[in-house]
């Protein structure tokens, strides 16, 4: 079952403008990551924030992390075409099984030249 | 290319066949993973192994489906007497443990049952 439910489904922006995705999710968690898919390939790991991180950044992205509310999100700053692609979450549950990630639907980016 | 890779990219079978897939994680990771992804959703975990030990299968993960990592290496994913509901994105990840670990994935299997 899909824990992680990405907000928006679909968001298509020009080159250059910002782009933020949600993610929320049920369960306690012990780390939330986030991964970008290429139509039809595998899954390349963007960034990993535990949960006793509120925020962290790397290059152009940065990724917010809210327990309390449980979510997340990404910001992708000045973005590129090469940027379009689909973007999802995945949550390492608190416990034994912290090597299960569960993915949630994705958010599909398209950046527009 | 030190990555994850699988093997093969592609495959296209009819109903009832059997087929299997391998996977060769990076080489010092100890923790290997398969996920399936169906079109228009995120991965959903199906079995997970530490070095040769498989430690946890999902309930997604039928008789029909069976997973082997002969020391503790490559690993082979096997479905047998295939249905047109296995048609999927079968993917492969890895990862070296050392707490709070990121999760390596392959490019994936695509697999469609006729």
Redesign the interface.
Same mark, same amino acid.
């Given at each position: 079952s899909q824990q992680g439910e990405e907000d928006p489904q679909a968001l298509s922006i020009q080159e250059g403008e910002n782009a933020t995705m949600n993610c929320s999710y049920k369960t306690s968690i012990n780390n939330l990551q986030w991964y970008r898919q290429n139509s039809g390939r595998g899954l390349v790991h963007l960034i990993l924030i535990r949960s006793n991180e509120r925020e962290k950044h790397s290059g152009r992205l940065r990724v917010t992390l809210d327990t309390s509310k449980k979510s997340s999100s990404l910001l992708i700053t000045a973005s590129r075409a090469a940027d379009t692609a689909s973007y999802f979450c995945a949550t390492a549950p608190r416990g034994g099984s912290n090597y299960k990630l569960t993915f949630g639907k994705g958010t599909l980016l398209t950046v527009n030249p | 290319d030190t990555g994850?890779s699988?093997d093969p990219r592609h495959k296209i079978t009819k109903r009832g066949q059997n087929v299997t897939f391998r996977c060769d994680p990076i080489s010092e990771h100890n923790?290997l &993973?398969w &996920?399936r992804q169906t079109l228009?959703?995120? *991965? $959903? /975990?199906l079995t997970?192994f530490q070095n040769e030990a498989q430690l $946890?299968k999902s309930r997604l993960l039928s008789d029909r489906f069976s997973a082997e990592r002969p020391k503790g290496s490559f690993s082979t994913l096997e479905i047998q007497r295939t249905e047109q509901g296995d048609s999927a994105?079968y993917?492969c990840?890895s990862?070296l &443990?050392i707490g709070?670990?990121?999760?390596? /994935?392959? *490019?994936?299997t695509?697999l469609l049952v006729l």
């Open positions: - | 994850v699988q923790r &993973y &996920y228009g959703q995120g *991965p $959903e /975990f997970y $946890e994105m993917l990840a990862s &443990y709070l670990e990121t999760q390596y /994935f392959g *490019p994936g695509r």
